[in-house]
C-alpha cells in the first residue's frame, strides 16, 4: 500500500496542552498537506508544506517535515476542545502531481 | 476560500439498486475532481480522478463498471454507484482542485451510503 503511516492512531489530552501527531510516508514527494475531519463531515485544508521546507507556522499549528526521514510532524499548541477531531496528513507525489495519498489518521480527543 | 458541495449528504437505497451522488465546485470551475471513499474510522482512499470532458482514470482495484463517473461540466461530476450492495455503504467524498491556488484541493461534505 502507498498509504502513510501516522501515529499516534488516538491521542487524548485536557485543553491547554500540547497535541503532536506524526506522519511518514513511502515515496519522493512535492509537498505534504495536513488536514482536519470532523466526526462525520468533510475535510479542512489545515496547511501545506512543500517539499524545500522544513517548518511552517499557521496560527496555533506548527509543522515540519523532514524529507530524508520521509516524516512530517503537526503541533498544535494550547488546544482547545474545539480541535477535537480527526487528523490526516496527505501527500502529493513528485512524478505524480493530482493524487493525494491520505495516511491513516489520528483521532484526537481534547477534554475541558 | 473555494466551495463544494455534494448531493445529497446521505442516501439509503436498497441492495440492486443505483445511486448518484453529486459533486459541484459553486464558486470556481475544476477541471480535475477526486472521488474518496472512507470506512468508519479509517482513512479516506482515492478511487479516482474526474477529468471534464475524459474518461475518468480509476486506481487500482476499483471497479469502473460498478462506479460510474462523469464530469460533464466544469463544475460538476457525478458518481453513480450500480447495483448498490451493501458492502458499498460508506462515506464518499469528492475533492476539486482549485488550479490558481496551486496543489490544494477543496473536499465536499461528504455523502452517507447505506445499502440495505
Known amino acids: 500500500s502507498q498509504q502513510g503511516e501516522e501515529d499516534p492512531q488516538a491521542l487524548s489530552i485536557q485543553e491547554g496542552e500540547n497535541a503532536t501527531m506524526n506522519c511518514s510516508y513511502k515515496?519522493?514527494?512535492?509537498?505534504l498537506q495536513w488536514y482536519r475531519q470532523n466526526s462525520g463531515r468533510g475535510l479542512v485544508h489545515l496547511i501545506l508544506i512543500r517539499s524545500n521546507e522544513r517548518e511552517k507556522h499557521s496560527g496555533r499549528l506548527r509543522v515540519t517535515l523532514d524529507t530524508s526521514k520521509k516524516s512530517s510532524s503537526l503541533l498544535i499548541t494550547a488546544s482547545r476542545a474545539a480541535d477535537t477531531a480527526s487528523y490526516f496528513c496527505?501527500?502529493?507525489?513528485?512524478?505524480?502531481?493530482?493524487?493525494?495519498?491520505f495516511g491513516t489518521g489520528t483521532r484526537l480527543q481534547v477534554f475541558p | 476560500g473555494a466551495v463544494v458541495s455534494q448531493h445529497p449528504s446521505w442516501v439509503i437505497c436498497k441492495s440492486g439498486t443505483s445511486v448518484k451522488i453529486e459533486c459541484r465546485s459553486l464558486d470556481f470551475q475544476a477541471t480535475t475532481m477526486f472521488w474518496y471513499r472512507q470506512f468508519p474510522k479509517q482513512s479516506l482512499m482515492l478511487m479516482a480522478t474526474s477529468n471534464e470532458g475524459s474518461k475518468a482514470t480509476y486506481e487500482q482495484g476499483v471497479e469502473k463498471d460498478k462506479f460510474l463517473i462523469n464530469h460533464a461540466s466544469l463544475t460538476l461530476s457525478t458518481l453513480t454507484v450500480t447495483s448498490a450492495h451493501p458492502e458499498d455503504s460508506s462515506f464518499y467524498i469528492c475533492?476539486?482542485?482549485?488550479?490558481?491556488?496551486?496543489?490544494?484541493?477543496?473536499f465536499g461534505p461528504g455523502t452517507r451510503l447505506t445499502v440495505l
Open positions: 515515496t519522493s514527494i512535492n509537498n
Open positions: 475533492s476539486a482542485r482549485v488550479e490558481t491556488s496551486g496543489d490544494e484541493q477543496f
Open positions: 496527505a501527500t502529493l507525489r513528485s512524478y505524480n502531481t493530482d493524487k493525494l495519498i
